[in-house]
């Protein structure tokens, strides 16, 4: 798990905690069966309707399986994978960022 804190008052606090809430409802809609091309979907049209730039969004580094490293197969976001489906027992880190003009935001959890 990573998340962002912040030391006195700063422009990024609200994108981070909008983004964090998206990422919460993505998360939430997660289920065996769903393709990784869906969880990016799920991801576009969250940050979208939460008026997050989801121009700026790391589509094709989105997330990764956990297994015996921590970084494998499948890898959410490359074309690659996009029709690898998730199953019951999975683990699975997803860890979506913004770049923003004033600077980047990224919340990460394993699922």
């Known amino acids: 798990m990573t998340r962002m804190y912040f030391l006195g008052a ?3 606090f609200e994108p981070y905690q909008e983004l964090c809430s998206s990422h919460r409802r993505v998360v939430e809609t997660l289920r065996a069966g769903i393709s990784m091309a869906e969880v990016v979907d799920l991801y576009r049209c969250q940050l979208k309707a939460s008026g997050l730039p989801e121009g700026t969004f790391e589509f ?3 997330g990764h399986g956990i297994g015996f ?3 494998e197969p499948p890898f959410v976001g490359q074309p690659a994978f ?3 489906r998730l199953e019951a027992g999975s683990l699975l880190c997803l860890e979506p960022e913004i770049a923003l003009s004033i600077g980047r935001i990224r919340v990460e959890d394993m699922i």
Do not use: K, T
């Open 60 to 62: 094709q580094d989105l």
């Open 82 to 84: 996009d029709n690898y």
């Open 69 to 71: 490293s921590p970084h």
């Open 10 to 12: 700063s422009p990024l």
